[in-house]
Nanobody, 124 residues
């Protein structure tokens, strides 16, 4: 089993920032694209951001463009999601996932392993 562990979530006021981390066991992320998704109660899991295996291509949902930045450090087997200018509507459980070499990058079906999620709560 591939182990992915998210961290960095918490409670923050609107306008604040958080940086989420997704650590993979071993060298799991090397050679794989990684995505961040989020899910709020009563809502579908939605795409947030993705990064290809080399890190030179990044993709963002329209709702987070200009505010969130995805990056990766393959030497540390870690993918990050820097979240700035947070809004209450960003409140959700955030998951990282490893891409299964499938398309499209924004679809949950393209990912084969998921972390346990980390809660992000943005207060107004």
């Amino acid at each position: 089993q591939v182990q992915l562990v998210e961290s960095g979530g918490g409670l923050v006021q609107a306008g604040g920032s958080l940086r989420l981390s997704c650590a993979a066991s071993g060298r799991t992320f090397s050679g794989y694209g990684v995505g961040w998704f989020r899910q709020a109660p009563g809502k579908e899991r939605e795409f947030v951001a993705a990064i290809n295996w080399r890190g030179e291509y990044t993709y963002y949902a329209d709702s987070v463009k200009g505010r969130f930045t995805i990056s990766r450090d393959n030497a540390k087997n870690t993918v990050y999601l820097q979240m700035n200018s947070l809004k209450p509507e960003d409140t959700a459980v955030y998951y990282c996932a490893r891409n299964a070499a499938r398309s499209p990058y924004y679809s949950v079906g393209s990912y084969d392993y998921w972390g346990q999620g980390t809660q992000v709560t943005v207060s107004s």
